[in-house]
């Protein structure tokens, strides 16, 4: 799993920025990991240890409400984000063999991201698309009717 983070000036200044802007706000800390995880794409410990330090309360406390919700990602995500569903319909079709695939091809399992950064494997339930099970997204786009033998010619089309 990569953890790495280099900040740069600009997304330092930016974070500081917005972290003045909700000084006074009441409840700020929600607003200030949205804003922090627009800024990075991510919330790496150093960013939450940021805004727990400027806000003046337990780094316990920020780390608890970017785990609680499911919008914050604690781990940078690729530039593509693959979703294999996994809702019965498309289990039943052999989703399942097509993520392995994908964990084949691009070296990771479901949750992680490729070294590159450009992949990020993930499995999902249903996402309403059952009459063209099986199916996974790519960075919201819906590709149904899938087989083991499409995964290579996807992964080409989103590697560049």
């Known amino acids: 799993m990569i953890n790495s983070f280099d900040d740069t000036p600009q ?8 972290l003045s802007e909700l000084k006074n706000v009441p409840g700020p800390l929600m607003k200030a990991l949205q804003k922090a995880q627009e800024i990075y794409g991510w919330l790496p410990a150093q960013v939450q240890n940021t805004i727990a ?6 780094l316990a406390e920020i780390y ?34 097509i993520l392995a695939a994908l964990e084949q091809k691009l070296k990771i399992s479901a949750g992680s991201t490729t070294e590159d950064r450009n992949f990020t494997l993930e499995a999902t339930r249903c996402i309403g698309c059952c009459g063209l099970a099986p199916v996974l997204t790519v960075n919201g786009e819906v590709y149904g009717k899938l087989t083991v033998d499409d995964v290579d010619k996807l992964l080409s089309k989103y590697t560049a």
């Not at 608890?64 to 079709?93: D, E, H, M, R």
Request: with cysteine; aromatic share 12%; charged share 15%.
């Open 11 to 18: 997304q330092a200044a930016e974070l500081k920025a917005a």
């Open 53 to 58: 330090d400027f806000f003046g309360v337990p």
């Open 64 to 97: 608890g409400i970017a785990t609680f919700y499911s919008q914050f990602n604690l781990n940078p995500s690729g530039k593509n984000k693959i979703g294999v569903c996994l809702g019965t319909a498309c289990y039943v079709k052999g989703s399942g063999d």
